[in-house]
DNA sequence: ATACAAAACTAACGTTTGTTAGTTAAATCT
DNA sequence: AGATTTAACTAACAAACGTTAGTTTTGTAT
């Protein structure tokens, strides 16, 4: 637990702010407030807002990108990718909760370069998922339905995680994945 | 099909504009600019910005408070009524596309009394559900799962659905219908 | 005590924001 | 045709926006 350097905690406190109203209505006053400083003295320690969050959302997105790709190429069978990426999903967001925020929503508002970086890592992970699926579906493993609605319906509870999982910290780790798991392994399995 | 009044087409343009960029990212130039006039001019029609949001969320959000609350008194079985409000909720959500949107992300931009109804209508919504999904735990319909995973697996889903049906308009009602309602009841069933 | 770096401050900038006031053009009704 | 309604316009406002420049305070190391 190495002390967080000042920019650490803006950012930080970016994304508890942008998770609750959104990036768009959280104004670099309300951020500095926050932190108990005036809004220019943001500005010794970052260089913008959308350095905020590019930082906050591309750090998170290149996590799940490395951790799909990892159990994509893996050799485990269908169903055992589905529970690592469920797995991976899990231990991403309690790890990031906030973040997940501005990734979910916000995304849109990335700039220059980073917005085609971030969509050409969610497509690519998307697509990896629906590749899973798809085997899954060829060799009898998972339900023949449509992949479309197996895939979205799995991905909506995952990315929708971020939202519940601090309003329910009475439910222990354990349970959580282990439920979770039993509960989306069965809405696909064959 | 009657003929929309203006203030509708700006509602119906809004609504559009909100779901792309959210509600503080969309300014009243924007939408103006959507429809082919100036800003000044929305205002021989609407009273304020705050009022086309508030119109979107709470029109949308009674209709699913109404059709839930009919489901839940109904005499149907658990299962019969967890499928009602699959379909409630594919219905409504086909219907106002758009409007899903702010409903699910910009809610907390409400204003004054809107703000209060809204969340009070939320709540009682999830209630609702959350004993349907107990009941059947209790009589044996439902797996003996912390409800509140299957509760907000089932609910991440209905509520994202949004975000997934205008991209996959080659899937026809009927299948969407029928696929989805398999894949969450295959989640939670005993 | 002095020097240096880190992090705060005040003051201000040019834009953009939602909105109001007052006016004009187009469409509909009598 | 004249009257009325509908819906657009131009011009402008005060407030809030992200950000810059320059300065002062605070903490740490010599």
Redesign the interface.
């Known amino acids: 637990m190495k002390t967080p350097t000042r920019k650490e905690e803006i950012i930080k406190s970016a994304a508890k702010l942008f998770l ?6 959280v104004t670099m006053r309300d951020l500095a407030k926050e932190l108990g400083i005036k809004a220019a003295s943001l500005y010794n320690h970052i260089s913008s807002k959308h350095e905020i969050l590019e930082s906050l959302i591309i750090s998170v997105a290149e996590e799940f990108t490395v951790g799909m790709n990892q159990i994509f190429l893996s050799e485990l069978s269908t169903l055992e990718k589905v529970e690592q990426v469920i797995h991976l999903h899990i231990d991403v967001t309690v790890k990031n909760q906030d973040a997940l925020g501005s990734l979910n ?2 995304w ?2 990335l700039e220059g370069k980073a917005l085609p970086y971030f969509e050409q890592m969610r497509n690519q992970y998307e697509e990896n998922f629906r590749q899973i699926i798809k085997t899954g579906i060829a060799e009898g493993s998972i ?1 023949a ?2 992949p ?3 895939l ?2 799995v991905l ?2 995952l ?3 971020y939202l ?1 999982y601090p309003k ?1 910290n009475s ?1 222990d780790m354990q ?2 994945k282990a ?2 798991t ?3 392994l ?4 064959a």
């Open positions: 609750e109203r959104g990036y768009s209505a929503n916000d849109m508002h339900a339905r449509d479309e609605i197996l979205f319906s909506s509870t990315r929708t995680l519940w329910k439910i349970t959580l439920d979770m039993a509960t989306m069965a809405s696909i399995r």
